[in-house]
């Protein structure tokens, strides 16, 4: 299984930044792909999410500032995040499951997460 987050760094608020993820072909052909993040303190949360079809959601804290999107050739997903907030820091993940349903469920599993990535906005 791979798993592996990147494009993370450091931005002032209303700043941008495009996060990648690379996924196993294995998990990524068939699955619903997803992002979340884990700020200090807090729990995991899934924020945005992509079906193998295009279908999408989001959280609504990120709603018409972050674009999901993939690329099937390339066993990636992308995670454009405009308009950043300093609450948008935390350390971000990607994950692959069934369906939404089950990327909001995977939160609670102690399934493989693989290396996050650290987005910081600084105000």
């Known amino acids: 299984v791979q798993l592996q987050a990147s494009g993370g760094g450091l931005v002032q608020a209303g700043g941008s930044l495009r996060l990648s993820c690379v996924a196993s072909g294995s998990i990524f052909r068939s699955n619903t792909m997803g992002w979340y993040r884990q700020a200090p303190g807090k729990q995991r949360e899934l924020i945005a999410g992509?079906?193998?079809?295009?279908?999408?959601m989001y959280q609504n804290s990120v709603k018409g500032r972050f674009t999901i999107s993939r690329d099937n050739a390339k066993n990636t997903v992308y995670l454009q995040m405009n308009s950043l907030k300093p609450e948008d820091t935390a350390v971000y993940y990607c994950?692959?499951?069934?369906?939404?349903?089950?990327?909001?469920?995977?939160?609670?599993?102690?399934?493989?997460w693989g290396q996050g990535t650290q987005v910081t906005v600084s105000s």
């Open positions: 994950n692959a499951d069934r369906d939404i349903t089950a990327l909001h469920l995977k939160i609670r599993k102690n399934d493989y």
């Open positions: 992509i079906t193998p079809g295009g279908s999408l």
